[in-house]
């Protein structure tokens, strides 16, 4: 099942927008003035992927269809800016879905007068089952909250995707939807405890640091995954050379063989070491040994099986070497990046000098930012949404930033949107373009 586009009626109670995603190219470049909703439209496919609709409780809209590879998913409202909406699949009057209904009837079975108070301020708690609305200077019940403040659901945080039915949770799971928002620079800390009023508010934390700290726990499960394989190998090695013939090796290299072999193990391990996915001091047979014809049965054991151990480190350290290249390809100002064990990124200064992260300029830390989502956060099946890359980018990085892009996707079947008002990011493909002012 792939996503084909998306078409919009009665936005914000004036547009009508069309987009299909370019099907050849990978890439859609979506443009337009402010206010037209190119944002909007990147949040309404992430939305219906993400099974995340309480979007379109206050989004102004008369028809939303999205269109897919053998159906179409479509969203009606009555009232354009009320927030109950309806969904139903190729027109099928069957699988019609109210979802005002859906979370009104969810709220009633689990949420308690006690969520009601912090999530809405206005409310005093009675009891398990009332409450006071000072807003209108009376008491209520959960029913009447929920046909008063219809987008309560969406604060209260509670987990709705296995509520919605088996007919639309199985059309968008085949797709997974990655989106980079403008927003890059500060994340917040999704594991504390946080609803609208409560005490205590999310951690903000520097977006950077935090995918420092991912890489770092990256590296170091990789190292453990190849200490465990390497533990096994080397575990069964007597065996496997002294056992029966089924268990020897199947084809034994010759001496030339046995040089080539090692000359490119030595050359992964190289890289390994290079970015800390294999300890430094580690030391490979090099390739000058003495090979006599009887020891060439070992060597095979040890050739394969330290290709089996090295090989646990390939999808990552094809990541960061397409990272990093492309940092350092950027002229950073005069800093150099590579990958630490302990602290996932560090970038030094012409002196050699390490440098704090936050010591990196907004548009450093934005095209950071945009690679590593890229190439390590985005699936190779990914649909992925881009909202405004050319933010704090120097002229130069918007001209490559298509380029870079075209390259990191290349070999994956993936689709990207993104919106953007630079002419830079979009340079020469101006065919990838969908312009929202021509709607």
């Known amino acids: 099942m792939e996503l084909l586009g998306v078409k919009v009626s009665g936005l914000f109670g004036c547009f009508n927008h069309t987009l299909m995603l370019n099907e050849a190219n990978k890439v859609t470049i979506l443009t337009g003035p402010n206010g037209y909703g190119k944002t909007v439209l990147l949040k309404i496919l992430d939305s219906v992927i993400s099974l995340q609709l309480d979007f379109f409780h206050k989004l102004e809209f008369e028809l939303i269809e999205v269109f897919f590879s053998r159906h179409t998913l479509r969203f009606t409202k009555e009232v354009p800016c009320s927030p109950g909406f309806q969904m139903m699949l190729d027109q099928q009057e069957e699988t019609r879905f109210s979802y005002r209904e859906h979370f009104a009837s969810l709220l009633k079975r689990r949420i308690t007068t006690d969520d009601l108070e912090l999530l809405l301020p206005q409310l005093e708690r009675i009891n398990s089952l009332k409450c006071y609305d000072r807003s209108i200077r009376d008491i209520v019940d959960i029913n009447e909250v929920v046909e008063r403040y219809p987008d309560v659901l969406a604060l209260s945080g509670i987990e709705t995707s296995r509520f919605f039915p088996d007919w639309y949770i199985g059309l968008v799971a085949p797709i997974n939807a990655h989106f980079i928002r403008d927003q890059r620079l500060i994340s917040r800390d999704s594991a504390s405890d946080y609803r609208e009023g409560a005490a205590t508010p999310k951690t903000l934390l520097d977006t950077i640091e935090q995918y420092a700290l991912d890489l770092a726990q990256e590296l170091r499960r990789y190292r453990q995954e190849y200490a465990e394989l390497s533990q096994q190998l080397d575990a069964s090695l007597p065996v496997r050379l002294l056992g029966s013939d089924s268990q020897s090796p199947a084809v034994l290299y010759s001496s030339d063989q046995v040089r080539e072999q090692l000359g490119q193990l030595l050359d992964l391990q190289q890289k390994l070491q290079c970015h800390q996915l294999l300890h430094s001091h580690l030391q490979l047979l090099q390739t000058d040994v003495e090979i006599r014809d009887q020891d060439r049965a070992i060597l095979t054991l040890y050739i394969d099986d330290t290709r089996k151990k090295l090989a646990v480190f390939q999808p ?124």
């Open 316 to 439: 990552l350290l094809a990541k960061i070497e397409t990272f990093i290249d492309l940092l350092n390809d950027k002229g950073l100002a005069f800093k150099t990046a590579q990958v630490d064990i302990e602290r996932g990124l560090v970038f030094k200064n012409h002196k050699g000098q390490s440098l704090s992260l936050n010591q990196l300029s907004s548009g450093e830390q934005h095209q950071i930012i945009l690679l590593f989502e890229l190439i390590f956060r985005a699936g190779d099946n990914d649909l992925i949404l881009i909202d405004e890359p050319e933010i704090s980018l120097h002229i130069a990085w918007q001209k490559e930033f298509l380029h870079d892009l075209q390259q990191i996707i290349a070999d994956r079947d993936v689709k990207v949107l993104i919106a953007t008002h630079s002419p830079q990011i979009i340079d020469s493909e101006w065919d990838l373009t969908v312009d929202l002012e021509d709607e």
